[in-house]
Each structure stands twice: as structure tokens, then as C-alpha cells.
T-cell receptor, first 112, second 112 residues
């Protein structure tokens, strides 16, 4: 089955700096890769997603890149703000159902 | 549209008891997935239901079961509770495959 690894597990950056979180997956059949943000005590919420036919997607300060050959995808947050502090989860789905496999999460702290 | 709702929000049980959790998806969403979230294990996929049929199942023991009703509402049951079942149980609904999942607030289960 699919296995998703995520690094780093914790990340601290200064406000205004960029943050990068990387994930790798094992199943070459996976074709949908969402990223979720979970603030303390709240539910996970989708922030951006990418499909396997696209190499990069950007939404304001957030971007995701996908390298299908290497089977890894990354989340990039630019000009970080304190409200970006949260746990971020990457996930991979095989396209045959809703069997999302999540990475273990990255706790991002943006220091003022 | 109203978001995904889960009841109850908090639950305290003792070892050996059983528990039933409920999830009401967003209107029109036919897919409901369940996840167990613990600090050490992240988001672990339990199962997914679509149109009253279990479509996918994660690697959890048979003590964990679920069902979905004709109105797409879903229930999850855990029998013979163990201390290790203490976790936040999240359900998520979506309108189809490989699209955004919308999470509910979760049910926090504590097993004493």
C-alpha cells in the first residue's frame, strides 16, 4: 500500500521568511496530492492540492510542486505570517477511491 | 451549506465498553471517510463509505466498524474499547473521488 513520509516534523521560521515542507510517496499510481492545515484545536482544512498531470500550482503565498519521477511533492509558503503557525499534513490518493494516506505532519511555528 | 457535523464532541468510556460515533456530511456529499488522529500517529485512515457501501478500509482491527445510511449519514462503532483507542476521531465528506475532503470537528474519545 501507499506510504507517505513528511519532513521536517517541526519547523521554526522568522516572520517574513519562507517555509518548505517535503513529502515523498511510494505508490506510483497515486495521482492526487492535497495539503491540509490544522490549527490548534481545529479541524484540518485544505489549503492547496495538485494532480499528477501538473508540476506546480500556486495560490497567493502558497505553492506546491510535484516531481512524479522522484515521487515527491513540496509545500512552499512565502512571506510567512504568525497565522501560518499550524500543523501541515500532506496526503496522497490513488485515484480509485478515497483512500487518502496522510503524512505524519509538520508543526510550523512562525516567530514574530 | 452547513459543514460536516459530528456527535458527540466528547466521550469518556471505560475499557471493554463499546461506543458509537455519528457523522453528518455536507448535503449532497455521498462519500464519508473516518480517520483516527493521535499525537504520535497523525491521521490514520479507518474506512470510507460511498452510497451505503464500504469502499475502502484501513489497517484497523475488526473492533472498528462502520456503516452509512441512505441519507449519507455515517456511524462508526468501536467495540471492546482499549486504552489505546483514546484519540480524536474525524470524519470527512466529499462529493466524489480525488477531490477536497471536508472534515468535521471530530469526536474526542477518552478510554479510562
Amino acid at each position: 500500500g501507499e506510504n507517505v513520509e513528511q519532513h521536517p516534523s517541526t519547523l521554526s521560521v522568522q516572520e517574513g521568511d519562507s517555509a518548505v515542507i517535503k513529502c515523498t510517496y511510494s505508490d506510483s499510481a497515486s495521482n492526487y496530492f492535497p495539503w491540509y492545515k490544522q490549527e490548534l484545536g481545529k479541524r484540518p482544512q485544505l489549503i492547496i492540492d495538485i494532480r499528477s498531470n501538473v508540476g506546480e500550482k500556486k495560490d497567493q503565498r502558497i505553492a506546491v510542486t510535484l516531481n512524479k519521477t522522484a515521487k515527491h511533492f513540496s509545500l512552499h509558503i512565502t512571506e510567512t505570517q504568525p497565522e501560518d503557525s499550524a500543523v501541515y499534513f500532506c496526503a496522497a490518493s490513488d485515484g480509485y477511491g478515497q483512500n487518502f494516506v496522510f503524512g505524519p505532519g509538520t508543526r510550523l511555528s512562525v516567530l514574530p | 451549506k452547513a459543514g460536516v457535523t459530528q456527535t458527540p464532541r466528547y466521550l469518556i468510556k471505560t475499557r471493554g465498553q463499546q461506543v458509537t460515533l455519528s457523522c453528518s456530511p455536507i448535503s449532497g456529499h455521498r462519500s464519508v471517510s473516518w480517520y483516527q488522529q493521535t499525537p504520535g500517529q497523525g491521521l490514520q485512515f479507518l474506512f470510507e463509505y460511498f452510497s451505503e457501501t464500504q469502499r475502502n478500509k484501513g489497517n484497523f482491527p475488526g473492533r472498528f466498524s462502520g456503516r452509512q445510511f441512505s441519507n449519507s449519514r455515517s456511524e462508526m462503532n468501536v467495540s471492546t474499547l482499549e486504552l489505546g483507542d483514546s484519540a480524536l476521531y474525524l470524519c470527512a465528506s466529499s462529493p466524489g473521488r480525488n477531490v477536497e475532503q471536508f472534515f468535521g470537528p471530530g469526536t474526542r474519545l477518552t478510554v479510562l
